[in-house]
């Protein structure tokens, strides 16, 4: 029997490598509304599988077959009903990385949802001033 060498090309595709998911699977889901908007994520948990489909706690429903994106080379799993949108598995970086970004979103609607007094805007400046960080005329 001739012995077998795959390439980096053949592992790269190569669905053996990777796995279905499982009951308990972390996954998110990452979307913007235009460019200029913050990453929003979104977290469930595989709670039933089916010969094909895999539902999630929130009911989306994923393909269980992984998927290797050619843009960011990360795998994923696709909604049963759109291809274009995948979930992936949840990674402590993932989950760091949220956090960064939802409290950059509460901050945002924070002064969003605000109108400051002078007296606010005042001690704000001098916050800002004994802080050294002050940009623009003073």
């Known amino acids: 029997m001739p012995e077998v060498y795959l390439s980096s090309i053949d592992l790269y595709f190569c669905p053996l490598f990777m796995e279905d998911l499982k009951v308990g699977d972390r996954l998110y889901n990452v979307g913007q ?3 200029g908007d913050f990453y929003r994520y979104s977290f469930s948990e595989v709670v039933r599988l ?19 994106s050619l843009i960011n080379d990360e795998i994923g799993y696709a909604l049963a009903k759109n ?5 992936h598995k949840v990674s402590d970086e993932i989950l760091h990385r949220a956090r960064k970004e939802n409290e950059k979103i509460a901050i945002h609607d924070w002064f969003e949802a605000r ?9 704000i400046h001098n ?9 623009g005329p003073e």
């Open 33 to 35: 509304n235009g460019f």
């Open 50 to 68: 089916t010969k094909t489909l895999a539902i999630l706690e929130n009911g989306e429903r994923l393909r269980n077959r992984p998927v290797r």
């Open 83 to 87: 291809r274009w949108v995948y979930w």
């Open 115 to 123: 109108s400051f007094s002078h007296q606010e805007k005042r001690m």
């Open 127 to 135: 916050l800002f001033k004994e802080k050294g960080i002050l940009e």
